[in-house]
């Protein structure tokens, strides 16, 4: 694979001088054209150590406006980053749409490294792999461009290239003595990143390799490369929306099967017998969650449900048995324009809990699949991608450790409608009802229809649904901790 980089490409600086003006006006055009068409650059430059990558990411950054630009470099992962799922450093510094994120070490940097260093076996990194395709297919899907350069060296070229570095007084403070271990594990390295660009160079996000032999080939080289990947993305997205537009799906939802229909909402319990629940379960909950907490298991557990479905009473029910320095409630609402600007998930990523922390979403990332299906809010083509799309997170999430509980508080239509009338009664509560509660009942019928549909398309085995009896108060809170004490006992012992 690498073989092609290592035949000394070379280039003239005076033909070198007389390319990069056109090249720097050429990008800075393809970069406006980025913000108006408002879609994401991700630029991974990865490579041998000495291949030259920092000088590539500098000359990036000086050819092209920096203010639409962030460079973002990693190294070992902090103690915040180390109690959260991989992923979870990454997702936070995705670029905006219309904004350019260049990668100095990314999400392929710890699967390779751990492998050459025999901490992880060929299984461990196939899996890491799928981990990392399933990210990058997702954020193509959305509209992201990802542009991934390796930077190469041959073994005497490399070693050729420290020296030099370290016997100036000026550069020598970039050779490290893991640069000189590498150097050393050069074959096993090159082994291993064969072995990963081959698994990860796809039709939407193929690797391009430089030799990196020559400092004015390999700027040249990156700099054409990522001009031609823009402009081949902003023609390949009129085509795609031409595609999509005429081939959009109906937007009929369809759901086969009707788990909501099977629950009995007649059940209930008596004052006396909730109170005594109540206590019970609120005591065990504190036990186990502060056990949880020793044993640094963190906690995800997500309340979606119809309007006035007890979300609330539910949710503070629960927090009553927690330390309140060790959860957090996310109230969702709609995207603000910063939230809108990214990938749909990335406002979920950012509360992921640190280790044994505990967070509650009052509604969540089904919206996609639920309020945004049903009101046009997202395209069909986005929203019937949603469905994998949140299977593959809450996978990555659990294989992180966390718990994942998901509740559907279900309620029937003359049971709302008897507490949106309660609502406007109590001058506390009144704020709670808005012209858009009743609006939303008058789709009802496709609500549930989407309800179903997500409701037997992302419960897994691992993060089933748990569906609430909800027309009942009582029945449905004490029906909430005990799924949530049962959870915690089956995981930790």
């Not at 009101?375 to 299977?391: D, L, N, P, Q, T």
Request: aromatic share 10%; hydrophobic share 35%; proline share 3%.
């Amino acid at each position: 694979m690498f073989e092609i980089a290592e035949l000394g490409h070379t280039l003239k600086k005076s033909d070198y001088d007389k390319q990069v003006p056109d090249l720097r006006t050429r990008l800075l055009t393809a970069q406006q054209e980025i913000r108006q068409t408002g879609f994401p650059v991700i630029i991974l430059i990865s490579g041998v150590d000495g291949g030259g990558k920092g000088e590539v990411i500098n000359l990036l950054n000086e050819w092209m406006d920096p203010h639409y630009m962030q460079t973002n470099a990693f190294d070992e992962p902090s103690d915040e980053e180390k109690e959260r799922p991989k992923f979870w450093r990454f997702w936070r510094t995705l670029p905006a749409k219309g904004a350019i994120g260049i990668y100095a070490g990314s999400w392929y940097s710890e699967p390779l490294s751990r492998h050459v260093h025999h901490e992880i076996n060929d299984e461990q990194l196939q899996m890491d792999l799928m981990h990392i395709k399933q990210f990058e297919q997702m954020l193509i899907d959305d509209g992201a461009l990802i542009i991934k350069c390796w930077l190469h060296l041959g073994r005497e070229a490399q070693k050729k290239r420290l020296k030099k570095l370290e016997i100036n007084p000026e550069t020598s403070w970039r050779v490290t003595s893991r640069d000189k271990k590498h150097l050393e594990m050069y074959d096993d390295f090159i082994d291993v990143a064969e072995k990963v660009l081959s698994e990860t160079s796809t039709g939407s996000s193929p690797w391009l390799i430089i030799d990196g032999t020559d400092r004015h080939y390999r700027l040249l080289a990156v700099g054409r490369h990522v001009l031609d990947r823009i402009s081949r993305h902003i023609e390949q997205r009129d085509a795609d929306k031409r595609v999509i537009e005429k081939t959009a799906a109906s937007g009929v939802i369809n759901a086969r099967h009707n788990p909501l229909d099977k629950l009995d909402l007649s059940l209930k319990l008596d004052e006396k017998t909730y109170h005594n629940q109540l206590n019970f379960y609120q005591g065990k909950l504190s036990k186990l969650a502060r056990l949880a907490r020793q044993k640094k298991r963190s906690s995800i557990l997500v309340f979606e449900g119809w309007d006035a479905g007890g979300k609330g009473g539910a949710i503070r029910r629960l927090i009553h048995a927690l330390d309140a320095r060790n959860y957090r409630v996310i109230p969702v609402f709609a995207p603000t324009d910063e939230e809108r600007s990214q990938h749909y998930l990335w406002r979920f990523w950012r509360h992921i809990p640190r280790a044994g922390k505990i967070t509650i979403y009052d509604r969540s990332w089904y919206g996609r699949v639920l309020v945004e299906r049903v009101e046009g809010f997202a395209a069909e083509h986005e929203s019937a991608r949603g469905f994998s799309e949140i299977v593959n997170f809450e996978e990555e999430l659990m294989h992180d450790g966390i718990i994942i509980l998901k509740f559907w508080l279900h309620i029937d239509q003359d049971e709302q409608l008897r507490r949106f009338r309660a609502r406007e009664q109590i001058s506390y509560k009144r704020y709670k009802i808005t012209e858009e509660d009743y609006r939303n009942r008058e789709k009802w019928a496709e609500y549930e229809l989407a309800v179903n549909e997500m409701i037997t398309r992302t419960s897994t085995q691992a993060a089933p649904w748990v569906l609430i009896e909800g027309n009942d108060k009582k029945y449905a809170r004490i029906k909430v901790l005990k799924s949530y004490c049962e959870k915690l006992e089956s995981v930790l012992g």
